[in-house]
Nanobody
Framework: EVQLVESGGGLVQPGGSLRLSCVAS????????MSWVRQAPGKGVEWIAA????????KSPDSVKGRFTISRDNAKNTIYLQMNSLKPDDTAVYYC??????????????WGQGTQVTVSS
């Protein structure tokens, strides 16, 4: 059974930083691309970062580029999201998601339960 468990969310002031983690199990982690997506209250799901199976390639939309960095440790079956210069608009539930391919396809086969990030003074 595929399991994705996120952690690291919380309350942070604007301009602050957080590092999210997602531990995966139940599949060969190093064979699949992974993504972080988020959903803000009353809004749709927004993709915010993806990383290929080997970890050598990543991509993210302009809305977070330069502020958020995705990484992975295949030895630990874990992906990370380093978030800097956080803004109130970054408030959302953050999910990690498993891609069906080794590279980012925009499709997801599994999601975690999410971790809440709240940016507020």
């Amino acid at each position: 059974e595929v399991q994705l468990v996120e952690s690291g969310g919380g309350l942070v002031q604007p301009g602050g930083s957080l590092r999210l983690s997602c531990v995966a199990s139940g599949f060969t982690f190093s064979n699949y691309a992974m993504s972080w997506v988020r959903q803000a209250p009353g809004k749709g799901v927004e993709w915010i970062a993806a990383i290929g199976a080997s970890g050598s390639r990543s991509k993210s939309p302009d809305s977070v580029k330069g502020r958020f960095t995705i990484s992975r440790d295949n030895a630990k079956n874990t992906i990370y999201l380093q978030m800097n210069s956080l803004k109130p608009d970054d408030t959302a539930v953050y999910y990690c998601a498993k891609d069906p391919l080794t590279y980012y396809s925009g499709s997801y086969t599994n999601w975690g339960q999410g971790t809440q990030v709240t940016v507020s003074s």
